[in-house]
Structures are given as C-alpha cells and as structure tokens.
C-alpha cells in the first residue's frame, strides 16, 4: 500500500552542526509533501512544504529537497540549535484535499550542546 | 490565544467507559479533523470535516463516533472504551484543500 517512511528513526548531532532527515515515498501521484516537528507533549507544527513541480525550497534555516526520480525528499536542518530536538515527520498530502495527510514514521533528532 | 485546542489534555479511564474529548478552532478554518498516534509516534488520521459535513472516515470502529456543532468545533466521542484506544488524540484544522494542517497539542487517553 502507499507509505512513507524515514530511513533513520534515530540523528544524533552536535549543537552547530547541520543535520538531514530523509524520507522515502512510495505513491507516485504524490504531488504535496509537508515537513512537521514535534515537540514532547505537544501537536506537530508545520516547518516547510515542497510541490512536487519544485526541487528544492528554502526556510530560514531548513531546506527541503525533493527527488521525485527516487521519491525521495529531505529536510535539511543548518546550524542546528538545542531547540530544535524533536521527532520530525514527512508527510505526503498525496495531491487529495481535506488534509488527508499520511505521515512518515518520525525520526527523533536530538541535539547536544 | 490557543489556535486550536483540546481539552481534556490526559484522560485515564478504565475499559468498558464512554469518553468524550473536545476541540475547538479559533482560526476561522472550515476543515477539522481527528488524527490518532500510537506509542511509536505513528500519526493516522481518523476523520475529517468540512463545514461540519463528514468527509473523511478512515475504517474507524464505530464505537467513535465524531460530532461537529459548528466549523469550529469537533469533538470526538469514544464508546466502550478498550485497551488499545489508548493513544494521543490530536485535533487539526485548516482551510479545505490545503496542506498546513494547525494541530492541538494532543489529548492522551490511557485506557487500564
């Protein structure tokens, strides 16, 4: 059936550091993907999203890079600070509406100081 | 001011018991939804509506049984309560068609 998932649910890295979670997907038609952290005790919150006419699309601070050839896209974290250690997810809108959003397992990033 | 809240924030009831859980939107959105995660942090969602209409109900048992009184308001009612209802409960809201869901932060109902 239509998945997506994290390669490592685990990334530990250095305060500074730059830090990258990868997500794979498996529907093809997939034409919406959205990056979501997750704070202990709290709801994810929305960081960027991605159409799938875009490679590539920049925040302050993250990137999100999208292979369609691989169904592969990745949040990249620059500088990554304390605050953000959380569990992050990808999320695939699967070009629906109403928000029918299939999440990605999660990878817990922590950050050491 | 809170975006989109739910209330109770932790609910520990025994088997067998109905609960209810709350939401409510202050963001003037027209679409709400339940979404359930499980002890690996799996979020799926459960059911959608769109100006109080239902539009997504993903298999949910029909022991939960969504109520929507109004576009800002969706509350989720759960009948004959079992072990493996437990889970955080989260309520979402955005505009119909788009991505960036706004979510609560989590209703955790443990059932012993």
């Known amino acids: 059936g239509e998945s997506v998932g994290l390669h490592l649910p685990t990334l530990s890295v250095q305060e500074g550091d730059n830090s990258i979670i990868n997500c794979a997907y498996s529907n093809s038609a997939s034409d919406y993907f959205i990056w979501y952290k997750q704070e202990s005790g709290k709801g994810p919150q929305f960081i960027i999203d991605?159409?799938?006419?875009?490679d590539k699309r920049q925040g302050q601070r993250v990137t999100v890079l999208l292979n369609k050839t691989v169904k592969h896209l990745s949040l990249q974290i620059a500088a990554t600070q304390p605050g953000d250690s959380a569990v992050y997810f990808c999320?695939?809108?699967?070009?629906?509406?109403?928000?029918?959003?299939?999440f990605g397992q999660g990878t817990i990033l922590t950050v050491h100081p | 001011d809170t975006a989109v809240s739910q209330t109770p924030k932790y609910l520990v009831t025994q088997m067998g018991n109905d609960k209810s859980i709350k939401c409510e939107q202050n963001l003037g959105h027209d679409t709400m939804y339940w979404y359930k995660q499980d002890s690996k942090k799996f979020l799926k969602i459960m059911f959608s509506y769109n100006n109080k209409e239902l539009i997504i109900n993903e298999t949910v048992p029909n022991r939960f049984s969504p109520k929507s009184p109004d576009k800002a308001h969706l509350n989720l009612h759960i009948n004959s309560l079992e072990l493996g209802d437990s889970a955080v409960y989260f309520c979402?809201?955005?505009?119909?068609?788009?991505?960036?869901?706004?979510f609560g932060e989590g209703s955790r109902l443990t059932v012993l």
């Open positions: 979402a809201s955005s505009f119909h068609s788009t991505g960036e869901l706004f």
């Open positions: 999320a695939d809108a699967g070009g629906t509406s109403y928000g029918k959003l299939t």
């Open positions: 991605i159409r799938s006419n875009m």
